[in-house]
């Protein structure tokens, strides 16, 4: 009788992928292919002659980036892959009596976990999506370093002109900050591209939010999914984290988790906003004018409710809603 492939465990490293196939009668066979497209595609081979269905697991861990291509591709081939965070697998390591670790230990192990745990994670992204997260990653290195490349400009100008002296002529130093500025416009162009494509018509929907602003932001959340408006706000770290303890009650302030540059972009949404959308204008007006909040907490506070309104009209299935 035929044994049937019931999960699968993938342990990826740069060169190479140890792969265990887990059978029904619970025997395990483990083999090694290279960590490229040839190699993948012999992995889908194989899965297709075992007789794999596409509902069988493919357990991978979250290693970097090297798990992107066998992800990415064995996605595209019909199959369920699950990305896990390889810190399930350490407490699984650490559960056995004998706390093993090689490869295709952690390749059994894997496809184990597939078998033993409900709900993992599902891998849903494409080549565009992922290239697009990775473009926001690099715009905000890229934005850092103009930043600090600006300041030592600068200083270094004031202290010539302080010394009376010319070492350098300042078009010297214009011109690495002049590339820098290019290649931050390509790939906000690029982004803009990659964005969904309801982001345009988005953004002339809501008056002071620009397309570059709101496909940065979408591109930055790509592939995240959120069942409501707090844990998006949640998710950026514009969340209020509470500190009591008995009748102590300190000051609160925001948790700052997640991406710093996404909640760069926000600011710099809210401060449009403030400039030219009529209902946060009002609410910039009641909260800084009226309440007396601090500029920067009632620009936070639009930016908030600004994610509010961007789970209702994009990331809630029920079309565009009022502003509220």
């Known amino acids: 009788?035929?044994?049937?492939?019931?999960?699968?465990?993938?342990?990826?490293?740069?060169?190479?992928?140890?792969?265990?196939?887990?059978?029904?009668?619970?025997?395990?066979v483990t083999q090694t292919i290279p960590n490229t497209p040839e190699g993948m595609?012999?992995?889908?081979?194989?899965?297709?002659?075992?007789?794999?269905?596409?509902?069988?697991?493919?357990?991978?861990?979250?290693?970097?980036?090297?798990?992107?291509?066998?992800?990415?591709?064995?996605?595209?081939?019909?199959?369920?892959?699950?990305?896990?965070?390889?810190?399930?697998?350490?407490?699984?390591?650490?559960?056995?009596?004998?706390?093993?670790?090689?490869?295709?230990?952690?390749?059994?192990?894997?496809?184990?976990?597939?078998?033993?745990?409900?709900?993992?994670?599902?891998?849903?992204?494409?080549?565009?999506?992922?290239?697009?997260?990775?473009?926001?990653?690099?715009?905000?290195?890229?934005?850092?370093?103009?930043?600090?490349?600006?300041?030592?400009?600068?200083?270094f100008?004031?202290?010539?002109?302080?010394?009376?002296?010319?070492?350098?002529?300042?078009?010297?130093?214009?011109?690495?900050?002049?590339?820098?500025?290019?290649?931050?416009?390509?790939?906000q162009q690029t982004l803009v591209k990659l964005a969904p494509a309801q982001t345009a018509d988005l953004a002339q929907t809501i008056p002071g939010v620009s397309t570059t602003s709101l496909a940065i932001l979408l591109c930055g959340l790509t592939g995240k999914q959120f069942t409501n408006?707090?844990?998006?706000?949640?998710?950026?770290?514009?969340?209020?984290?509470?500190?009591?303890s008995g009748m102590w009650q300190g000051k609160e302030r925001l948790s700052k988790r997640g991406n710093a540059f996404l909640r760069k972009v926000l600011y710099q949404i809210a401060w449009g906003l403030k400039m030219h959308h009529p209902i946060y204008q009002q609410y910039y007006q009641r909260l800084y004018h009226e309440e007396g909040k601090h500029y920067t907490t009632t620009l936070i506070a639009i930016a908030r409710k600004f994610l509010r309104y961007l789970f209702a009209v994009y990331f809630k299935p029920m079309g565009y809603a009022q502003l509220v």
């Not at 509902?55 to 019909?78: F, I």
């Not at 199959?79 to 093993?100: D, E, F, G, W």
């Not at 408006?229 to 009591?244: E, I, T, Y």
């Open 229 to 244: 408006r707090d844990q998006l706000v949640a998710f950026v770290g514009l969340d209020v984290r509470a500190r009591r």
């Open 157 to 187: 100008l004031t202290t010539q002109e302080q010394l009376h002296c010319q070492v350098l002529e300042s078009s010297v130093l214009d011109a690495p900050l002049q590339t820098l500025q290019r290649v931050i416009t390509t790939v």
């Open 41 to 155: 595609e012999e992995l889908i081979q194989l899965l297709k002659q075992n007789g794999t269905a596409g509902t069988v697991p493919c357990v991978l861990e979250s290693t970097g980036d090297y798990h992107l291509l066998g992800a990415v591709m064995l996605t595209q081939a019909g199959y369920q892959v699950n990305l896990i965070n390889p810190l399930i697998t350490k407490q699984y390591q650490q559960s056995s009596i004998r706390q093993a670790k090689s490869d295709r230990v952690d390749a059994k192990r894997l496809a184990k976990i597939g078998l033993l745990e409900a709900n993992l994670p599902v891998f849903t992204s494409t080549t565009d999506t992922i290239m697009a997260k990775k473009l926001v990653s690099l715009l905000a290195q890229l934005e850092k370093t103009e930043q600090r490349l600006q300041a030592c400009t600068k200083q």
């Open 1 to 28: 009788m035929t044994q049937t492939v019931i999960s699968v465990g993938v342990d990826v490293s740069k060169a190479k992928l140890d792969v265990a196939a887990l059978y029904d009668d619970h025997t395990v």
